[in-house]
């Protein structure tokens, strides 16, 4: 939805979609920090990987900004 969003506001602009975090949400209140530090991993693996695909291509395409919603390896 986000990237749908900035399409219509930016249809100028050159946009790139990155794989999803995948994050799911433990059904039960009381496990949710369980869940989170049992994710935790995937999640800081997926952020690195995420980083360094941005990074490369910010030198790549010579890219002087980037518009993300909120992406933590951005």
């Known amino acids: 939805?986000?990237?749908r969003l900035l399409k219509?506001?930016?249809?100028?602009?050159?946009?790139?979609e990155l794989?999803?975090?995948n994050i799911t949400y433990?059904?039960?209140a009381n496990s949710f920090k369980l869940k989170?530090?049992?994710d935790s991993p995937s999640l800081l693996k997926t952020?690195?990987?995420?980083?360094?695909?941005?990074?490369s291509l910010v030198k790549s395409e010579?890219?002087?900004g980037i518009i993300?919603?909120?992406?933590f390896g951005v």
């Open 36 to 38: 989170l530090i049992k």
């Open 47 to 55: 952020i690195k990987r995420e980083k360094k695909v941005t990074e």
């Open 1 to 3: 939805e986000a990237l």
């Open 8 to 16: 219509k506001e930016f249809p100028q602009l050159q946009s790139l």
């Open 68 to 71: 993300s919603d909120n992406r």
């Open 62 to 64: 010579n890219i002087s």
């Open 19 to 21: 794989p999803s975090y």
């Open 26 to 28: 433990s059904k039960k």
